[in-house]
């Protein structure tokens, strides 16, 4: 170990962690500007994470966490007249909402700078799946996505170089060394972005469920209070939506297919649930930044827009402005319905049978996304390639009368067949059972307001 001055007080500050000290803000500042600078080993920054998962953090030290890591790099100023708003998911199965929402957003006249992240795990990337059109470029730069929010009202991109550059560090290191699910660094990475985009108004989806990061409503709970608490003391007006992520988000996963699933939505007939989260979590962000008085009327602007065509046509206008053809941007965007002839097709569709007559009681969408991650279509680890053309078409919906035989899932792979585990894994997703037993429920389960923890 080096005797020189930084590594001594890095070393010190780790050890404070570990027997559960309290930070000051100026040591918090010191650990950031290390990992920022380089000064910091990587083995030292696993061992500083390690030691906050394991005895937290206070609200005092991870408001200064998220605040140091937010300024580690350039913030985003933007025209004081503009309604600078954005939506964050902390991941699921099927989760393809910021491709309708933002441009149905951007219809409702906000600007809406959503920088997105990629897939890890058994969680889909929003970058990835955006990625399966040709030509999509999520790379712009601060100046190219000024001028798309001014000329569209929307884009989609990818963090950049100088936007929270501690975040890049911690967030690949936190994956290597099991410390993702720590609630100040979930809190620090998600709201430091959000808050150096300059944001008016944000709305985070905080999963539950079987195929979430948290298991039970009350852990997504306290994760969601934590967020709504440091976006709000940054000075973004925050929310949170509860939202169950047991079965898979509409009837599509992967990347390809999802795209597919959110052109559907975008033409006004999306499967329920998908423009259900849709509609509820932007209307929840026009109430949110003033631009709807109340919660329903938000959420009937928002579902004018995926109807009338208005945000489809921000769609095509935000594809085409981040690198995607005219042609392809206007076919993907017109009345077909055959996506694939721009987007790679896998080679092999594969469709299995339900093994009993009764009704779709549940599908596991754990189960699933782990099954297509083995086929190519997520990362075990940051950097990773991934198969865009991978996914499941979901056949039948949840409380459907189905008969032994017909098909369920149509599997999308490259892999010339299916292993046996697999396709056992698979056929116990679904779960079969009689009619009485089903129970319609709405995926939001509650909301946190930023001015009103106790409103749902």
């Given at each position: 170990?080096?005797?020189?001055?930084?590594?001594?007080?890095?070393?010190?500050?780790?050890?404070?962690k570990r027997?559960?000290?309290q930070?000051?803000?100026?040591?918090?500042?010191?650990?950031?500007?290390?990992?920022?600078?380089?000064?910091?080993?990587?083995?030292?920054?696993?061992?500083?994470?390690?030691a906050?998962?394991?005895?937290?953090?206070?609200?005092?030290e991870?408001?200064?966490?998220?605040?140091?890591?937010m300024?580690?790099?350039e913030?985003?100023?933007?025209?004081k007249?503009?309604?600078?708003?954005?939506?964050h998911?902390?991941?699921?199965?099927?989760?393809?909402?910021?491709?309708?929402?933002?441009?149905?957003?951007?219809?409702?006249?906000?600007?809406v700078?959503?920088?997105?992240?990629?897939g890890?795990?058994?969680?889909?990337?929003?970058?990835?799946?955006?990625?399966?059109?040709?030509?999509?470029n999520?790379?712009?730069?601060?100046?190219?996505?000024?001028?798309?929010?001014?000329?569209v009202?929307?884009?989609i991109?990818?963090?950049?170089?100088s936007?929270?550059?501690?975040?890049?560090?911690?967030?690949?290191?936190?994956d290597?060394?099991?410390?993702?699910?720590?609630?100040?660094?979930?809190t620090?990475?998600?709201?430091?972005?959000?808050?150096?985009?300059?944001?008016?108004?944000?709305?985070?989806?905080?999963?539950f469920?079987?195929?979430?990061?948290?298991?039970?409503?009350?852990?997504?709970?306290?994760?969601?209070q934590?967020?709504?608490?440091?976006?709000?003391?940054?000075?973004?007006?925050?929310?949170?939506a509860?939202?169950?992520?047991?079965?898979?988000?509409g009837?599509?996963?992967?990347?390809?297919?999802?795209?597919?699933?959110?052109l559907?939505?975008?033409?006004?007939?999306?499967?329920?649930?998908?423009?259900?989260?849709?509609?509820?979590?932007?209307?929840?962000i026009l109430r949110?930044?003033?631009?709807s008085?109340?919660?329903?009327?938000?959420?009937?602007e928002?579902?004018l827009?995926l109807?009338?065509?208005?945000?489809?046509?921000?769609f095509?206008?935000?594809?085409?402005?981040?690198?995607?053809s005219?042609?392809?941007?206007?076919?993907?965007?017109?009345?077909?319905?055959d996506?694939?002839?721009?987007?790679?097709?896998?080679?092999?569709?594969?469709?299995?049978?339900?093994?009993?007559?009764?009704?779709?009681?549940?599908?596991d969408?754990?189960?699933?996304?782990?099954?297509?991650?083995k086929?190519?279509?997520?990362?075990?680890?940051?950097?990773e390639?991934?198969?865009?053309s991978v996914?499941?078409?979901?056949?039948?919906?949840?409380?459907?009368?189905?008969?032994?035989?017909e098909?369920?899932?149509?599997?999308?792979?490259?892999?010339?067949?299916?292993?046996?585990?697999?396709?056992?894994?698979?056929?116990?997703?679904l779960?079969?059972?009689?009619?009485?037993?089903?129970?319609?429920v709405?995926?939001?389960?509650?909301?946190?307001?930023p001015?009103?923890?106790?409103?749902?």
């Amino acid at each position: 170990m080096s005797s020189n001055g930084n590594t001594i007080n890095f070393t010190e500050l780790i050890k404070l962690k570990r027997d559960g000290d309290q930070f000051s803000p100026a040591q918090i500042h010191t650990f950031v500007q290390g990992v920022t600078s380089g000064a910091i080993q990587d083995s030292q920054i696993g061992a500083m994470l390690m030691a906050i998962w394991q005895k937290n953090m206070s609200d005092e030290e991870t408001l200064a966490l998220t605040r140091e890591m937010m300024n580690s790099g350039e913030t985003l100023e933007w025209p004081k007249e503009w309604r600078v708003v954005d939506k964050h998911s902390t991941g699921g199965v099927g989760d393809k909402v910021s491709l309708p929402l933002a441009p149905a957003l951007a219809a409702c006249g906000c600007k809406v700078p959503m920088i997105s992240g990629r897939g890890l795990a058994h969680t889909g990337g929003t970058l990835d799946k955006l990625e399966s059109i040709p030509g999509f470029n999520v790379i712009q730069s601060k100046q190219q996505v000024k001028q798309i929010l001014q000329d569209v009202g929307c884009c989609i991109v990818g963090q950049t170089e100088s936007l929270v550059p501690a975040d890049r560090v911690l967030y690949a290191i936190r994956d290597a060394t099991s410390t993702v699910d720590s609630l100040p660094l979930i809190t620090s990475s998600i709201i430091s972005k959000k808050g150096a985009e300059g944001l008016s108004a944000l709305v985070l989806d905080v999963k539950f469920g079987r195929a979430a990061l948290y298991k039970d409503l009350d852990s997504a709970r306290e994760l969601a209070q934590s967020l709504v608490t440091a976006g709000n003391s940054l000075g973004v007006k925050t929310g949170a939506a509860l939202t169950r992520m047991d079965a898979p988000i509409g009837q599509s996963v992967g990347n390809a297919v999802e795209v597919c699933e959110a052109l559907e939505c975008l033409k006004g007939r999306g499967p329920d649930d998908l423009t259900e989260l849709v509609t509820i979590l932007g209307g929840h962000i026009l109430r949110m930044c003033g631009l709807s008085s109340t919660l329903e009327s938000g959420k009937e602007e928002i579902a004018l827009k995926l109807n009338n065509g208005e945000a489809l046509k921000k769609f095509q206008e935000m594809l085409e402005a981040q690198g995607v053809s005219a042609d392809v941007a206007s076919s993907l965007c017109s009345d077909e319905t055959d996506y694939f002839r721009h987007m790679r097709r896998a080679a092999h569709q594969t469709e299995l049978k339900v093994p009993d007559d009764g009704t779709v009681l549940d599908i596991d969408g754990l189960a699933l996304a782990e099954v297509l991650h083995k086929l190519g279509a997520g990362r075990t680890q940051s950097g990773e390639k991934i198969d865009h053309s991978v996914g499941a078409e979901i056949l039948v919906k949840m409380g459907q009368q189905v008969q032994k035989g017909e098909s369920w899932i149509r599997i999308h792979h490259n892999s010339p067949d299916l292993s046996t585990h697999q396709d056992s894994v698979l056929q116990k997703a679904l779960v079969i059972g009689s009619r009485d037993k089903y129970n319609v429920v709405s995926r939001v389960a509650e909301f946190i307001c930023p001015n009103n923890p106790n409103m749902s």
